[in-house]
């Protein structure tokens, strides 16, 4: 008898300790129970959706660009050298400064090549004069050998004696050129408008036509090239362009907040270098403010066209599989949909989609990394941009269950293929 109660009370303890756990997890039994079971039922429900960031496809103006780097080249750059064999006079400028086109840079000793000019002069002068007397004694032996005074032979000497003069005149008149020229290279001037560089040669340095290093050296700033290669599946693209008409060019300095200095395309080498597969062209800037500097590397842009209407999505929204890129497109009743998307090009952080997307049509461009086709998407706000190197979820971006269901991918140093 005392068993069968022992059994009851255990009994009893168990089946209170039952309902009071029911009543604690389900709210209780009195009027909260409903209220509650509706709470819970809302979070399940918001637990099992995606929070996303989505923009909608836009149709804007793009334009077709080449972006690589240059490098600033002087249309010309002139080596100045001496042309006689004289000492340095005078420096008529500074290392540095821009002069003017007929400007006197060096002065050099011109006494000695003075002395060569009056000398030819001279010459001139005392030739002129044999010259003179040779044509007086032909006039006079052509008178005597008609009446048979001087033999025929005399007459010729006479004849060839001057016809020799005249010849010797003409020598001193191109002696007399030349010392003159010689001259003129005593005042070396500037063939051009542009800036100096070291000076080698000070006042009182000798100098020679033979001399291999040039005294200065006169760089042209105004205009300048900028020369840059293009990969040669452009050039088609490049000729027909230019064909419309001149193809602007832009210029800036890697790190200056400068403003961009504007050009236009002025060559397109005539032949692609085999090695590098590549091409040459160049950009003439006016470089008013001589922002450019030959020498310098300068990132370059050369814009080809301006697409009016192009269909654009952010490069994030822009997802790329095994079996090519796609993108996550949110339907009408806020589930996520796998699309897959041609890309045409990509430009300043948009890329033009040649086809797969409609304008209006909104794109998952953060959090696709928890999305799956058919998962119910929720709106939220637009993070700040992450550090570089990183996503806006922090962190390396992992595969979608998109992605995975379609096979592993490639990284790549220009990005997963």
Do not use: C
Request: proline share 5%.
């Amino acid at each position: 008898m005392r068993r069968f109660f022992l059994v009851l009370l255990i009994a009893a303890l168990v089946g209170g300790g039952g309902y009071y756990w029911y009543a604690f997890h389900n709210g209780g039994a009195g009027s909260g129970t409903a209220a509650d079971g509706a709470r819970k039922t809302q979070a399940q429900a918001s637990a099992r959706t995606v929070p996303v960031v989505t923009q909608k496809v836009a149709v804007q103006a793009v334009p077709e660009q080449i972006v690589t780097i240059g490098s600033v080249q002087p249309i010309a750059a002139i080596a100045i050298k001496a042309r006689v064999d004289s000492v340095v006079e005078t420096v008529n400028f500074t290392e540095g400064q821009e002069v003017k086109a007929g400007d006197t840079l060096f002065t050099l000793d011109s006494r000695s090549l003075d002395a060569q000019l009056r000398q030819a002069q001279a010459n001139l002068e005392r030739d002129r004069a044999n010259l003179d007397k040779a044509r007086g004694d032909v006039k006079r032996y052509g008178e005597l050998v008609r009446t048979s005074a001087i033999s025929r032979t005399t007459y010729d000497a006479a004849v060839a004696t001057a016809d020799a003069l005249e010849g010797t005149v003409k020598a001193d008149l191109a002696a007399i050129e030349a010392a003159k020229v010689s001259l003129s290279f005593t005042r070396i001037v500037a063939p051009m408008d542009g800036r100096t560089g070291t000076i080698t040669a000070k006042v009182g340095t000798m100098v020679r036509a033979a001399d291999a290093n040039p005294l200065v050296t006169l760089t042209q700033l105004r205009p300048i090239n900028v020369a840059f290669n293009v990969p040669e599946k452009h050039l088609p693209a490049i000729r027909a362009a230019m064909a419309a008409g001149s193809l602007p060019v832009a210029a800036s300095i890697a790190g200056s907040r400068g403003e961009v200095a504007e050009g236009k395309l002025s060559f397109v080498d005539s032949q692609v270098d085999q090695q590098t597969g590549t091409i040459l062209v160049k950009g003439e800037f006016p470089n008013a403010d001589t922002r450019l500097w030959p020498g310098q590397f300068v990132d370059t842009v050369l814009t080809l066209r301006v697409e009016q209407d192009a269909l654009t999505i952010p490069d994030l929204a822009v997802q790329t599989g095994q079996k090519g890129r796609f993108v996550y497109v949110v339907k009408p009743d806020e589930t996520a949909e796998v699309r897959p998307v041609t890309i045409e090009r990509s430009h300043g952080g948009l890329s033009v989609v040649a086809s797969g997307l409609q304008a209006g049509e909104r794109v998952v461009v953060d959090g696709q990394s928890r999305l799956y086709p058919g998962a119910k998407i929720s709106e939220r706000a637009k993070p700040a941009a992450p550090p570089a190197g990183e996503t806006a979820e922090g962190g390396r971006r992992q595969g979608s269950a998109a992605e995975e269901a379609a096979g592993p991918r490639t990284q790549t140093a220009g990005g997963a293929t």
